[in-house]
């Protein structure tokens, strides 16, 4: 069954990550990387945002990852959830949840991000933001 990716920002739950148990050796920039670089083997990652632990918590990074898909978040969520990745130690990676009865409104997506999606799902990498007149048609 073919899944609907609209050309929004995703806020969808089942699209966003939380990933937990980040070291706190790396820097957080690198942390963005091999995040970016270990779940984008399961689909487009709309974005990766690093932050530290809570004063209260032990050092280390918590990470938000959201999709396009949420079936390529859920994929990336069975397959790294208490796994090394990158690091020495497992992380815990699980689906966000969100109450019901907060409503959002979809936000359109800017254009480097249209161009993103649209050359990940249909396989194109040179979109043309100009009209061109076809000689058999016209405008």
Known sequence: MAELVPFAVP??????????????GPTAEALHHSLFTAFSQFGLVYSVRVFPNAAVAHPGFYAVIKFYSARAAHRAQKACDRKQLFQKS?????LGTRHKAVQHQALALNSSKCQELANYYFGFNGWSKRIIKDRYHSL
């Open 11 to 24: 806020i969808e739950s089942d699209k966003t990550l939380l990933v937990w148990e980040l070291s706190s």
């Open 90 to 94: 497992p992380v815990k990676v699980r």
